[in-house]
């Protein structure tokens, strides 16, 4: 079975529509032309990075401050189980805490979204109902990518008739390493396609995981993020969080200049998603500051941030706590998902 579509999978329209926007229109007229621009790009200081990354995470946050950030950043939450042994009960239970995060404290906000495998979308949409989060669905053969183009077509228009909002794909690893960048890019555009809703909907949102832990290299990073970009990701993410390492502060601050540099030259925001290891409440508020200051506060939103995890919501609600009591609570204060 081949792992790269022939041109013919992609509809009249998709092709139509496969050019990126101005004033990137013709870079991807060829294989040669779209590798020569994403080698062109600026290379990535990775002793530098690091620095920045380092420096911003000594910034301290202030009382005031904290209690915003803990709150934008629980918005920010893709409450996720991503488990073989996964329920429809299991899924219907993480929608409850979704919507009511601290059934105490009414004033906690909800988080973004519940992200699940696509056969379960169904049971989180109808466990959410009009809550207004959104129903995260992965597919396109997660975690790996191996399979065939039409058969990750399928798995993505099976999770939005399910009724998912929003779509979480994982890119060809094989093929970008292996330089086949025109072939990933032709696979994102007919994802995006594949996202369309009927009855008037909008297409289902798409963010596209770049595995950045087997890219080996910060400067594949950024070469991934444009490619992405360029072809109509609505957001680009880490990780699948089935590998290690995954989202590191360097390799959110590339991606996060990526999104900032793309939408100064096309107009376009893309928004950005680390997933996996980010466990704590610290945790995040390096992520905070790092958005702040590299891409700026347009970002500072769960239109535009988001972070993949499950254990992180527990820690900012202990920490919540915290800010509003004085005190720690127990463990048993947070349910265990």
């Known amino acids: 079975m081949t792992h790269v579509l022939d041109p013919d999978a992609l509809s009249d329209g998709a092709r139509l529509l496969a050019a990126p926007a101005p004033p990137f229109t013709d870079v991807t007229r060829s294989g040669s032309a779209f590798r020569a621009f994403l080698h062109g790009l600026p290379g990535v200081d990775q002793v530098g990075a690091e620095s920045r990354v380092a420096m911003l995470g000594t910034r301290s946050i202030k009382t005031t401050a904290k209690a915003w950030a803990i709150d934008t950043a629980i918005s920010m939450v893709d409450l996720t189980t991503l488990e073989g042994s996964d329920t429809p009960g299991k899924v219907r239970s993480l929608a409850a805490k979704a919507r009511r995060p601290d059934p105490g404290d009414p004033t906690t906000p909800h988080v973004a979204a519940v992200c699940v495998y696509g056969d379960l979308a169904g049971v989180a949409r109808q466990a959410l109902g009009d809550s207004g989060i959104h129903v995260a669905a992965v597919a396109t053969a997660f975690p790996s990518g191996r399979a065939g183009r039409e058969v990750k077509l399928a798995d993505v228009r099976d999770a939005v008739a399910n009724g998912a909002d929003e779509i979480d794909m994982v890119i060809d690893r094989g093929a970008f390493l292996a330089g086949r960048y025109l072939d990933v890019y032709d696979e994102i555009v007919a994802v995006k396609e594949a996202c369309a809703r009927p009855g008037g909907h909008g297409p289902a949102h798409l963010k596209v995981i770049l595995e950045t832990g087997e890219l080996v290299t910060l400067d594949n990073v950024r070469r991934a993020s444009w490619l992405a970009m360029l072809a109509g990701g609505d957001f680009i993410k880490t990780s699948t969080?089935?590998?290690?390492?995954?989202?590191?502060?360097?390799?959110?601050?590339?991606?996060?200049?990526?999104?900032?540099?793309?939408?100064?030259?096309?107009?376009?925001?893309?928004?950005?998603?680390?997933?996996?290891?980010?466990r704590t409440t610290k945790d995040a508020m390096k992520h905070l500051v790092l958005v702040n200051e590299t891409a700026g506060p347009d970002w500072l939103s769960p239109d535009w941030f988001r972070f993949g995890a499950s254990s992180l919501l527990n820690d900012l609600l202990l920490q919540r706590q915290k800010l509003r009591t004085g005190h720690y609570s127990g463990p048993d204060y947070v349910t265990v998902d």
């Open 241 to 278: 969080g089935k590998i290690s390492p995954a989202a590191t502060l360097p390799v959110c601050l590339v991606m996060l200049e990526a999104v900032r540099d793309f939408r100064a030259q096309t107009g376009t925001q893309v928004g950005v998603k680390p997933a996996g290891g980010i």
